[in-house]
């Protein structure tokens, strides 16, 4: 592991314990209800207190490790990801509890070499902040440090996938049947406007005995057996699918255990809320242009509504809930679009599919696409199925108007 990795690693201890509180308490009534105000110890100086209504209980809520217990226990050939899916949910937490506390905690900011020069722009040719850095080393660590089922991981932060040997130290780590992607910090620019961010990854069976080397991450989505996401925003919600539906897990603040707050999450077949970046608009090819005017005149005679934070998990997971559509389509200048089709595209396209939604790149499902390279991109339309059969009806019937207005 290399000397940033492992200093962000030791530099990670403060975040991996919660705050000790006392018993020490204040009773406070309103009238209506009674509260209850927790002292703080006061050798912890940094530890808020804490106003919690006595009247409102708790819901009884499965816990992410029951679930991933009964889902393994019932089906056999996702047993050795338990273990994997656990360590991952415990990085969700730590990534969580650092994200919140990035500002006071000097998290800000380009990341640098021991000498004070900023790093090398990653392969994205973006220059690492602190956060990436730090988020990516977690998320290394948890795929490849928690059981012997991941043999290697591939990063949207790293310019080439590395072997869990490799990353852990020890060639006891160098065994496995699956490999792991994943995009440790989407959005990581919203963190100073306290915007919402998000880490995605997806889970690949290793077939054929394949070495892990680039080759084993030259699978199209078809053959991914786990995806999943997790958002940090108002509350940090883990959602994950295993091939059979598609399931949410909210952080309880008081416990800090993931609880089982979304069952069989089912996105609706049609949705009025379209996201997309329509800065962009002039740059946008006819069919994509059509589109969008064809949204903003309404879905079924109901209004729509844009709805665009600039994190994709933010925007997808809002249209996961309620519905409609998420583009970042191709430009005149960028055909492929900004997203890459290994770390964010393959995840979230399996997600909505398994919620009964849809991904396509507008000629056709993302699932499908076989990857040429690890940080290829993609255009790419997520969401319910009606809006996103649309988008490729667009594209299919508008494309050569494309090379009539330009």
């Known amino acids: 592991?290399?000397?940033?990795?492992?200093?962000?690693?030791?530099?990670?201890?403060?975040?991996?314990?919660?705050?000790?509180?006392?018993?020490?308490?204040?009773?406070?009534?309103?009238?209506?209800?009674?509260?209850?105000?927790?002292?703080?110890?006061?050798?912890?100086?940094?530890?808020?207190?804490?106003?919690?209504?006595?009247?409102?209980?708790?819901?009884?809520?499965?816990?992410?490790?029951?679930?991933?217990?009964?889902?393994?226990?019932?089906?056999?050939?996702?047993?050795?990801?338990?273990?994997?899916?656990?360590?991952?949910?415990?990085?969700c937490r730590q990534i969580s509890r650092i994200v919140s506390r990035a500002k006071t905690d000097d998290l800000y900011g380009v990341a640098t070499n021991t000498d004070g020069s900023p790093l090398d722009e990653n392969v994205q040719g973006e220059v690492q902040q602190k956060l990436d850095v730090v988020c990516n080393t977690i998320m290394l660590r948890a795929f490849c440090g928690c059981s012997s089922s991941i043999a290697a991981v591939a990063s949207e932060e790293e310019d080439t996938p590395r072997c869990c040997s490799d990353v852990m130290g020890s060639d006891a780590f160098s065994v496995g049947d699956y490999v792991?992607?994943?995009?440790?910090?989407?959005?990581?620019?919203?963190?100073?406007?306290?915007?919402?961010?998000?880490?995605?990854?997806?889970?690949?069976?290793?077939?054929g005995g394949l070495p892990a080397d680039v080759s084993a991450f030259k699978q199209n989505g078809n053959t991914m057996v786990a995806a999943g996401y997790c958002l940090y925003s108002a509350t940090t919600v883990l959602v994950l699918t295993l091939g059979s539906g598609v399931d949410g897990f909210t952080l309880d603040p008081d416990n800090y255990r993931f609880l089982h707050t979304h069952e069989d999450i089912r996105i609706p077949a049609r949705g009025?809320?379209?996201?997309?970046?329509?800065?962009?608009?002039?740059?946008?090819?006819?069919?994509?242009?059509?589109?969008?005017?064809?949204?903003?005149?309404?879905?079924?005679?109901?209004?729509?509504?844009a709805r665009y934070v600039g994190a994709l998990v933010a925007d997808v997971h809002n249209v996961l809930l309620n519905g409609g559509v998420y583009?970042?389509?191709?430009?005149?200048?960028?055909?492929?679009?900004?997203?890459?089709?290994?770390?964010?595209?393959?995840?979230?396209?399996?997600?909505?599919?398994?919620?009964?939604?849809?991904?396509?790149?507008?000629?056709?499902?993302?699932?499908?696409?076989?990857?040429?390279?690890?940080?290829?991109?993609?255009?790419?339309?997520?969401?319910s199925i009606e809006n996103v059969f649309e988008a490729d009806q667009f594209h299919t019937y508008y494309s050569d108007v494309k090379e009539e207005g330009h």
């Open 1 to 91: 592991m290399s000397v940033t990795s492992m200093h962000a690693w030791s530099s990670l201890a403060p975040y991996r314990n919660d705050a000790n509180f006392s018993n020490k308490s204040l009773r406070l009534s309103t009238g209506k209800i009674t509260l209850s105000l927790n002292a703080v110890d006061e050798s912890s100086s940094d530890a808020p207190a804490q106003i919690i209504p006595k009247q409102m209980k708790k819901k009884k809520l499965k816990t992410f490790q029951r679930y991933l217990e009964i889902e393994c226990w019932k089906r056999q050939d996702v047993r050795d990801l338990e273990r994997v899916l656990i360590a991952v949910s415990d990085a």
């Open 180 to 207: 792991a992607v994943f995009d440790p910090i989407d959005g990581s620019k919203n963190i100073d406007s306290s915007l919402p961010v998000g880490t995605i990854f997806g889970i690949y069976k290793a077939s």
């Open 272 to 305: 009025n809320i379209y996201s997309i970046n329509e800065a962009n608009f002039h740059e946008f090819t006819e069919p994509v242009k059509r589109y969008l005017d064809s949204m903003k005149s309404g879905v079924n005679g109901k209004r729509t509504n």
């Open 327 to 383: 583009s970042y389509p191709g430009t005149l200048s960028n055909p492929n679009g900004k997203l890459r089709l290994l770390y964010e595209g393959c995840p979230m396209a399996m997600i909505m599919e398994q919620a009964g939604g849809a991904g396509s790149t507008g000629f056709g499902r993302i699932l499908d696409v076989n990857p040429v390279e690890t940080h290829q991109r993609i255009p790419m339309y997520l969401g």
